[in-house]
């Protein structure tokens, strides 16, 4: 099917088609009330015929398709001429209901898949009597059309040579499909008509009925990977053979005839779902946009059943309550971070609740962010048997929730349980991280401006050491295992710094400035271009975590995260949500290039503030007394 469809112009239509189906399912349900009062049939027809009217417009066939089914089953409602009165008005009701659904799921999705809807067209088929459809009937592969030949274009081929060359290439297909057909050296007949077929492409292609000879020559590649010949194949061989008499039979004229669509179809059908590779299969698949005209038995599976699954606001209802339960987990896990609870009866208060959110995204089938609740849950559990928690587990168990709760905040958005990625590109759940990871490092960037302009206050720094480990912990499930480590050696070193009470020198002040710059700059160039963030950075990062003194433990952290658990890893792309938190700017959005220079100066300037208010303030003070 070409890809003609304006997913703008769905976006404007949907509201308005939305309406209309809904007073087509209430003037329905007035009617199922009261039989008596067939008017409430007509209005319902008329309805659906507006709704099917306008999907045309936007040109999406699968909806449109649908909607005239539908339009047919009111009709015959209205005029009393279905078999089963009752059963045709279950199905039309259920139809009504599923179209929104549908096209909600053709916008997120941007495929409109007609083959998906397979199943309640042929239901509404069926209500009518009328006969089922195939997917056959529902494959719509792009067929374009060759311009028509001039005379003068034609008058080349208004020759006997021309004649003798085709009378010579029918006796060669009649010859091939005779000895295919009595299996007779079957594989040798196989590569003879792919040969004739080459001769006609090569030599017709460019004409109007020549459409025809590229599928021809793929149909033949996906000949010869079939023991047998399926009964079908011989019509379709027979229709060859006719086009090839017709040639012979009116000269000339007869290739500005464009070939059957329906035949070029048939023979784009055979091979549009198959696993084989030859240079005529490639070419058609490229030429008439296959992939997307007939998707695999297990794409059209997942869509449907993402069709059968709740609808938009069913899904965001669910969502919404896992993200406040998962609110209050955090907001009490924020507690045992800080100290002010103890930590190992804070997850031994947390087990239920984080079970309890776990048996939910399981009901729903939340897939990526199940696993990695239930990996944060195992581990909840193991750290309360052994009888020891660390601020550490804390710190990756919060990262961790922190990704879900980006994640299920996106699907809220979007409405879909489940959403296909491509391998290659960044989720909208990283960029979540992401952003966060900006926003955390650039409140780290003030603690550190307030704790030196505070004449080294470490106070300042009490929340640092929590923020670098909670977003290290979420940079483990991307994974950014590096980033992670890096995190982590940066909250030790500052954590050191509140148990001493150090006054950091400027020297090493600026080793750490180099660290946290050189993070930022990395998050802010993997989001633009994960395959080319520049690894040399973060080696500049190691490097400054060594003159800091904490290129061991950094090590060794990176060592631990390159060792956790696969489950929390993204590793099946189509369990991953597409789509998540399209809204909120980060804090930090500028960019980061100079951003050890702007962190340098910025404490140099309120350093330089703060000491200019002092002396004013001393000034001042020393006036007043004199007076």
Not at 132 to 157: D, H, M, V, W
Not at 255 to 281: C, H, M
Not at 299 to 324: K, N
Not at 537 to 550: A, C, Q, W
Request: aromatic share 6%; net charge negative; hydrophobic share 45%.
């Amino acid at each position: 099917m070409a890809m003609s469809q304006d997913y703008i112009a769905l976006e404007w239509v949907k509201g308005e088609i939305h309406e209309t189906l809904q007073q087509a399912q209430q003037s329905l349900e007035i009617f199922s009330e009261s039989p008596e009062d067939r008017s409430r049939l007509k209005f319902c027809f008329n309805y659906l015929h507006q709704v099917h009217g306008t999907l045309q417009m936007v040109e999406f066939f699968g909806a449109a398709l649908l909607a005239e089914e539908m339009e047919a089953v009111a009709a015959a409602l209205y005029e009393g001429k279905l078999p089963d009165e009752r059963a045709g008005l279950e199905i039309l009701m259920q139809a009504i209901i599923q179209l929104p659904h549908y096209l909600d799921h053709v916008k997120v999705g941007q495929r409109d898949l007609p083959i998906v809807l397979l199943p309640i067209l042929n239901e509404l088929r069926s209500a009518r009597g009328e006969n089922l459809l195939s997917e056959t009937a529902l494959f719509k592969p792009a067929i374009g059309r060759n311009p028509q030949l001039s005379q003068a274009k034609l008058a080349r081929y208004h020759t006997d040579e021309f004649q003798q060359w085709i009378r010579k290439v029918r006796q060669m297909l009649q010859a091939a499909v005779a000895q295919l057909l009595q299996d007779k050296k079957p594989d040798v007949a196989k590569q003879y008509l792919l040969k004739v077929f080459t001769r006609l492409e090569n030599a017709l292609g460019h004409t109007p009925m020549g459409v025809v000879w590229l599928p021809a020559m793929a149909f033949c590649e996906w000949l010869q990977y079939q023991q047998h010949l399926p009964a079908s194949a011989k019509v379709v061989l027979k229709d060859l053979d006719g086009l090839v008499r017709l040639i012979i039979k009116n000269g000339a004229p007869a290739l500005n005839q464009p070939a059957s669509d329906e035949l070029v179809k048939n023979l784009l059908f055979y091979v549009a779902r198959t696993q084989f590779e030859g240079e005529a299969i490639k070419a058609v698949f490229d030429k008439f946009s296959l992939g997307s005209a007939l998707p695999s038995e297990a794409e059209i599976q997942q869509e449907r059943d993402a069709l059968a699954g709740p609808d938009r606001d069913t899904v965001s209802h669910v969502l919404t309550a896992l993200v406040e339960e998962l609110t209050l987990i955090k907001e009490k896990l924020d507690l045992a971070v800080r100290g002010d609870t103890d930590c190992l009866d804070a997850l031994r208060d947390l087990a239920p609740a984080t079970k309890q959110v776990c048996d939910t995204m399981a009901v729903v089938g939340l897939g990526m962010p199940l696993q990695v609740m239930q990996a944060q849950h195992a581990d909840m559990n193991s750290l309360v048997d052994i009888g020891k928690v660390s601020q550490q587990d804390l710190f990756d168990i919060a990262g961790a929730f922190l990704y879900v709760e980006a994640t299920l905040t996106g699907m809220i958005h979007e409405g879909k349980l489940i959403e296909q990625v491509n391998q290659s590109s960044l989720t909208e759940a990283h960029k979540a991280v992401l952003r966060e990871a900006r926003n955390v490092l650039e409140q780290v960037k003030d603690s550190i401006v307030a704790y030196v302009s505070k004449q080294w206050d470490v106070q300042e720094l009490h929340d640092v050491p929590a923020l670098l480990h909670t977003i290290a912990g979420s940079f483990g499930m991307i994974p950014l295992n590096r980033v992670a480590a890096a995190l982590h050696g940066a909250g030790q070193y500052v954590d050191h710094v509140i148990q001493t009470n150090t006054k950091t020198d400027w020297a090493t002040l600026d080793s750490f400035a180099d660290v946290i710059s050189g993070i930022e700059y990395f998050v802010e160039r993997y989001s633009e271009n994960p395959a080319n963030a520049g690894e040399d950075i973060l080696d500049r990062v190691f490097d400054s975590l060594k003159e800091l003194g904490y290129e061991t433990d950094v090590e060794e952290v990176a060592e631990t995260l390159l060792k956790q658990p696969a489950e929390p890893v993204v590793e099946n792309p189509d369990e991953v949500i597409d789509q998540v938190l399209s809204g909120g700017e980060p804090v930090h959005n500028h960019p980061v290039k100079d951003s050890h220079e702007a962190l340098t100066t910025i404490i140099e300037n309120r350093v330089t503030e703060t000491a200019e208010t002092a002396e004013t303030a001393e000034t001042a003070e020393t006036a007043e007394t004199a007076e």
